[in-house]
């Protein structure tokens, strides 16, 4: 039975929401394509006729999450202080908890390191971000504290999610977004 180009392509797109949200919940290594493609009710053999490989699959799925993050950032960034919302949004304690839904940053480019394949899609998510928070900076500094404040955001969401204490894990979000919001409000009376 042949199903229709509509259906290859809504079940292609399955795959990559799907991915996407194991890949940054679980990790890569740990997101077999039987298990992947067995949840969503397919064969694993069903795979290779909508990717080449895990590998391409992993740059997709990793393209739609900055793509869906994007997208609620866009949402965010409608208040009066972007740069403040964003970090306020990113060290919360809704997105510790849905790491599926997150950004990927701290799941997938940690691990996409550790196994030693760089991603050009990492590269252009990183450069995104640091633009995004450059932007409500100013000054001489702007692009060096941009990359302060990326990784001083990607570090504490990564670790609050892995200690096993609550108030460890409220404190290291708490204590980050705090510092970093004074940052950004200090750039904005700069600015003002």
């Known amino acids: 039975m042949r199903y229709s ?8 797109q399955r795959i990559i929401e799907e991915a996407a949200r194991r890949f940054r919940s679980d990790g890569v290594g740990a997101t ?9 009710g397919l064969t694993h053999g069903g795979f290779y006729a909508h990717f080449k490989s895990k590998d391409e699959l992993v740059e997709t799925a990793l393209a739609h999450a900055a793509e869906q993050l994007g997208t609620e950032l866009d ?41 030693g394949q760089p991603s ?3 590269n252009a998510l990183v450069q995104n971000r640091l633009a995004l928070i450059e ?9 060096d504290q941009s990359v302060l ?15 096993s204490d609550a ?26």
């Open 149 to 163: 404040m990326l990784c001083a955001m990607v570090g504490a969401l990564t670790l609050s999610r892995s200690v």
């Open 5 to 12: 180009e509509d259906h290859k392509a809504k079940t292609h």
């Open 120 to 122: 050009d899609t990492t």
């Open 32 to 40: 077999g394509l039987q298990s992947l493609m067995k949840g969503l």
């Open 135 to 143: 932007s409500g900076l100013h000054g001489e500094a702007a692009a």
């Open 167 to 192: 108030d460890l894990s409220d404190r290291l979000l708490k204590t980050t977004r705090r510092l970093l919001i004074e940052q950004a409000d200090a750039a904005d009376k700069t600015q003002a």
């Open 75 to 115: 949402e965010a960034l409608g208040d009066d202080a972007p740069l403040s919302a964003f970090i306020a949004r990113y060290l919360s304690s809704a997105h510790r908890a849905e790491p599926g839904a997150g950004c990927p940053l701290p799941t997938i480019s940690a691990e996409l390191g550790q196994r």
